[in-house]
């Protein structure tokens, strides 16, 4: 079936694509939990930061883009509905339950290979200014960002979720980065 500007739907034949669902403070796994009870496929990606309870220290998930998780369906009305009614949701993104905003596989891909490298991502404030290069070698080999410098080896690599206005920041090597869009002589 195609998409209301007449293409492809963003996920092949099924239509489906990510959404960005926005939660009340402190929701998400609830809301990720109700949704995948009822049938959705959900991603809720979460860090570890150390906590201190009485005279221990212990590491506890939490979410990496507070008050946001993406939700992975064909999208018509009674999906919406039944989506939105989790106890929790504030709304999915977009105009309307037929105008609703996707967030491109790519971005979802980026942010499960920077989880998935285990290299400590941590939440940045959302960039759009900055050097955009791919990374060339290694785990992350592919993906897409945008490149702070601190000195000749170590940069801050710094992936975007645009619709949301959310980053994540890790540190990388910057001899394994090449301006995006291009390939080097290595690759």
């Known amino acids: 079936m195609p998409d209301r500007d007449g ?14 669902v926005w939660t009340r403070s402190r929701c998400e796994r609830m809301v990720r939990d109700q949704l995948a009870a009822d049938g959705f496929e959900s991603f809720l990606p979460e860090v570890s930061v150390w906590v201190r309870e009485r005279e221990t220290r212990r590491a506890v998930p939490v979410a990496l883009f507070p008050g946001y998780l993406f939700l992975h369906h064909a999208m018509d009305k009674a999906s919406y509905l039944r989506a939105i009614k989790a106890r ?6 977009g105009q309307s339950w037929d105008r609703l905003e996707v967030v491109p596989d790519h971005e979802i891909e980026a942010v499960r290979r920077i989880l998935d490298a285990r290299v400590d991502p941590i939440p940045y404030p959302y960039v ?8 060339r070698r290694g785990p992350l080999a592919g993906v897409e960002g945008i490149l702070l410098r601190f000195d000749a080896a170590r940069g801050l ?9 959310r980053s994540l920041a890790v540190e990388v090597d910057c001899t ?12």
């Open 88 to 93: 929790g949701i504030v709304s999915i993104l």
């Open 128 to 135: 759009r200014e900055g050097e955009r290069v791919a990374i």
């Open 176 to 187: 394994m980065t090449a301006p995006a869009g291009r390939r080097t002589a290595a690759s």
């Open 7 to 20: 293409g492809l739907p963003p996920d092949g034949a099924s239509g489906a694509a990510w959404y960005a």
């Open 157 to 165: 690599f710094i992936v975007s979720v645009e619709l949301f206005q």
